[in-house]
Structures are given as structure tokens and as C-alpha cells.
């Protein structure tokens, strides 16, 4: 069974950067992406009362799209936690480098220069984006990506003897864009 899984794996990965690496057959021009991620969880411990979480996270992208394909632009991202009566925001900015195949596979990875996340402050990190995407119509695109986002803050305002904290994440998001 773990062969057939092995086998399997590296043909859809073959298959994979064969299709990533296909040269663009189209021109390029300055891409727009809005990325979008919620989730809602909803609680409830026997006949008690019920508890709501709302977690949603907001990716807009802008870059120049060359005609081979490779992408070069900037990521700004804001992102908000809901619950138990509380509220956290965070935010952050950074530099992109791309490369988005004519078949519409893409990957992306993004340098997180300045974030913040509630009273965590002076974060840097990273974030690696794989997704789909396709023309609807005109300039108008949609599609898929799963995003991994790794940040360290350096600084907790309510807490001076927290030296560093490490935060990871892996999500699912929907895109919509214009590349003109």
C-alpha cells in the first residue's frame, strides 16, 4: 500500500511541476488578487451555554505579471479573530516573487517584512502560496490556492518577559482577481 502511495505521489508531482513549469502562452500585465478565508465553529458542552468562534483572513495581492509567466509584486493581509466576547486584529505587509504557469498553476512566495497580530508586535515571517487559476471572462479571474504562513513576533505589549512567539498556519482560500 505504501508503494502504490509513493508511485502515486511522485506522478502527481511530476505531473505538477511539468504543468508549473509550461511557458505562458499569453502576454503579461499588473495582476490583482483578493484571497479570502473564514471559518466558523459553534460550541456547545452538554445544556450549557453555546460559544462562537469566527476566524477570517483577507490576502490582497498586487504585481506585475511578465509574459514568462513570472510574477513580482507585493502582499498586504488582514486578518481578525472573534470570541468569547473578544476581538483580535492583525495585519501585514511584505515583497512577492511568483511564477504562474500558462496552464493556471501558480506558486507564490511572499516575505512578510512588518506584521501585527492584537498586542504582538514587530513581526517578520513568510508565506508560500500554491493555487489554480482561470479566466472567467475579459480580464476577470477566480480560483483556488492553499497558503502556508509562518511569523515571529518579537514583542508582546502585555507581556514585556515574552521574548518571541511563533505562530504557523495552512489554509484553503478562494480567489478572485483582474489581471489588465
Known amino acids: 500500500m505504501k508503494s ?11 505531473g505538477l511541476f511539468a504543468s508549473i513549469s509550461e511557458a505562458r502562452s499569453t502576454g503579461g500585465g499588473v495582476m490583482l488578487t483578493a484571497n479570502a478565508f473564514m471559518r466558523n465553529t459553534t460550541s456547545k458542552v452538554g445544556s450549557g451555554s453555546e460559544s462562537e468562534s469566527k476566524v477570517s483572513t ?18 498586504y493581509s488582514i486578518s481578525k479573530t472573534e470570541g468569547s466576547g473578544a476581538s483580535t486584529d492583525g495585519k501585514a505587509l511584505g515583497g512577492s516573487i511568483g511564477y504562474v504557469g500558462a496552464s493556471g498553476f501558480y506558486v507564490q512566495g511572499h516575505y512578510l517584512a512588518q506584521a501585527e497580530y492584537g498586542d504582538w508586535k514587530e513581526g ?7 493555487g489554480y487559476i482561470t479566466n472567467v471572462t475579459g480580464a476577470f479571474i477566480v480560483g483556488v490556492e492553499l497558503s502556508y504562513r509562518a511569523i515571529e513576533y518579537k514583542k508582546d505589549e502585555t507581556d514585556a518577559s515574552v521574548s518571541s512567539i511563533k505562530t504557523s498556519e495552512l489554509m484553503p482560500l478562494l480567489t478572485v482577481g483582474f489581471i489588465f
Open 4 to 14: 502504490k502511495l509513493l508511485v502515486l505521489s511522485a506522478l502527481l508531482s511530476v
Open 58 to 75: 483577507y490576502d490582497l495581492k498586487l504585481g506585475y505579471l511578465g509574459g514568462s509567466g513570472l510574477y513580482l509584486g507585493g502582499i
Open 124 to 130: 517578520t515571517g513568510f508565506q508560500g502560496d500554491f
